[in-house]
């Protein structure tokens, strides 16, 4: 499986657009390469250069297997017709939260699971709920690293 944006590629600057510096919007993204008896999908945007630890950008799950991609600009909505749904970031918001470094080059990973299962949680998760609902169910994982620093 394969994650990938038309906005970026891999290891390259994510444009400001998508951060705090700029609309602070998500950045569309397309996968492929499904693997057979893929239920849905989870998503989690995480940067592990933050001062504080891994901070959180963005979690999303119970993305259906007939979606290969997301456009830009994802609400932040708790949960989408479709039955997607959102988790909470690390700024305590749901949906998308743009990288917003204190200082310094951050890494920003797009992971993209495809999993075996639906998974019976609310919107709202946080990533660690996430990670534990789908141990067990995860058939293919695919990521996306772009880097951000902000020009003062």
């Not at 998500?26 to 492929?32: D, I, K, T």
């Not at 994802?74 to 700024?91: A, H, L, S, Y």
Request: proline share 8%; glycine share 10%; with cysteine.
């Amino acid at each position: 499986m394969k994650i990938t944006s038309s906005a970026f590629t891999e290891g390259n600057v994510i444009p400001a657009k998508y951060t705090c510096d700029g609309q602070n919007v998500s950045p569309p993204l397309e996968w492929h390469d499904v693997p057979a008896g893929t239920k849905t999908f989870a998503l989690i945007s995480d940067d592990p250069d933050a001062p504080v630890g891994t901070w959180v950008h963005w979690v999303a799950f119970n993305i259906p297997s007939n979606v290969t991609k997301l456009a830009e600009n994802v609400k932040p909505e708790q949960e989408f017709t479709n039955g997607m749904r959102q988790g909470i970031n690390d700024g305590r918001k749901i949906g998308y939260g743009g990288p917003c470094p204190p200082g310094g080059t951050h890494r920003y990973y797009f992971k993209l699971y495809a999993l075996d299962t639906t998974m019976e949680m609310r919107p709202g998760a946080t990533k660690a709920q996430v990670l534990s609902a789908m141990k067990g169910h995860v058939l293919a994982e695919a990521q996306l690293m772009g880097k951000y620093s902000r020009q003062r």
